[in-house]
């Protein structure tokens, strides 16, 4: 029987945001692996107590198949030394600076965004410290200089294995893969379209319902998704009054909102942190989701929607 290690880390939030597509995803392929327990002896990584995991991932996972680190180093050695076959994640780019030798590894890429994306002029609207703001400057200054650096990155995670089979979840990202890369030939790609499935709330939550006719836009604090050129447009047009409702942002801080200096304030709903069942909610009951990405490597709100 294979020995399989699941990567439970890759369902944690990440700078903040809990619902993002690397999690979404990689919960919906641990529930579709345990569908094949009786042909696989599954156990599961993870590096702390169970925080950020989704309750029914939870309540499907036997404690004593849970194997805990202390740091990623430790990782290679515990496949070699556990016997392990495979090694499975559906977010792995912490793990490019590893080598894990022969293990058979299946790894998920979502994307090249930041390659095919260095920056946006809309940045700083986002920025809530010094940090981000000086990070858009040297990206916009030197965009040629941080690509090539972000080349590297990727170029390190795809050594990390002898034995590494790559995903990716749409063909846009294989032949940007292709395209960047002219080491990895289209043989060591797989597309594999995501499974996630539409939004599982049957009843709207009470808070939500009490909203009336509503759009809702998802990840509102990350600038890729670019909510500030919408959030303006809707700005524009309740101020001339061609448009009913209110648009609500999830994901969104009041700091950040203040730098988008909308006039019509009392029509946009700020949500910064919500949970499953009131993000759910939130996309089962607008009168239409907002997605006006500048770079997907799939795109998986709509899917929920």
């Known amino acids: 029987m294979k020995k399989i290690l699941f990567?439970?880390?890759?369902?944690?939030?990440?700078?903040?945001t809990k619902y993002h597509g690397g999690a979404e995803y990689s919960r919906e392929l641990l529930l579709e692996l345990q569908k094949y327990n009786d042909s696989a002896e599954i156990y599961y990584l993870f590096d702390s107590e169970f925080e950020d995991i989704d309750e029914r991932v939870k309540g499907s996972i036997p404690l004593e198949k849970v194997v805990f680190i202390d740091n990623m180093e430790q990782i290679p050695k515990l496949l070699v030394d556990s016997s392990f076959d495979t090694f499975i994640s559906?977010?792995?780019?912490?793990?490019?600076?590893?080598?894990?030798?022969?293990?058979?590894?299946?790894?998920t890429i979502h994307?090249?965004?930041?390659?095919?994306?260095?920056?946006?002029n809309t940045e700083l609207r986002y920025a809530v410290n010094w940090r981000e703001r000086v990070s858009f400057i040297v990206r916009r200054m030197i965009p040629r200089i941080y690509v090539k650096l972000k080349k590297k990155y990727f170029a390190d995670f795809f050594e990390c294995s002898r034995n590494l089979k790559i995903i990716v979840v749409?063909?846009?990202?294989?032949?940007?893969?292709?395209?960047?890369?002219?080491?990895?030939?289209?043989?060591?790609?797989?597309?594999?379209?995501?499974?996630?499935?539409?939004?599982e709330t049957?009843?709207?939550?009470?808070?939500?319902?009490?909203?009336?006719?509503?759009?809702?836009?998802?990840?509102?604090?990350?600038?890729?998704?670019?909510?500030?050129?919408?959030?303006?447009?809707?700005?524009?047009?309740?101020?001339l009054d061609r448009l009913e409702g209110k648009v609500v942002l999830l994901g969104m801080s009041e700091k950040i909102f203040r730098n988008f200096r909308v006039k019509n304030k009392d029509r946009f709903i700020i949500r910064n942190y919500v949970e499953r069942d009131q993000y759910e909610s939130y996309l089962?009951?607008?009168?239409?989701?907002?997605?006006?990405?500048l770079n997907e490597g799939f795109g998986y709100p709509p899917m929920r929607r």
């Open 90 to 107: 559906g977010l792995p780019y912490r793990y490019r600076k590893l080598d894990f030798g022969k293990t058979e590894c299946f790894f």
């Open 202 to 239: 049957l009843e709207i939550h009470p808070e939500v319902k009490s909203i009336g006719k509503f759009y809702v836009m998802v990840s509102t604090h990350r600038w890729g998704k670019n909510a500030y050129r919408a959030v303006m447009a809707f700005d524009k047009l309740f101020s």
């Open 284 to 293: 089962k009951a607008a009168y239409a989701l907002v997605y006006p990405t």
């Open 111 to 120: 994307g090249l965004r930041r390659i095919e994306l260095p920056y946006d």
């Open 7 to 16: 990567d439970l880390i890759s369902l944690k939030s990440v700078q903040g």
């Open 170 to 199: 749409s063909e846009h990202t294989k032949y940007s893969i292709l395209s960047n890369f002219k080491d990895i030939t289209g043989d060591k790609l797989k597309v594999s379209y995501s499974f996630l499935v539409r939004a």
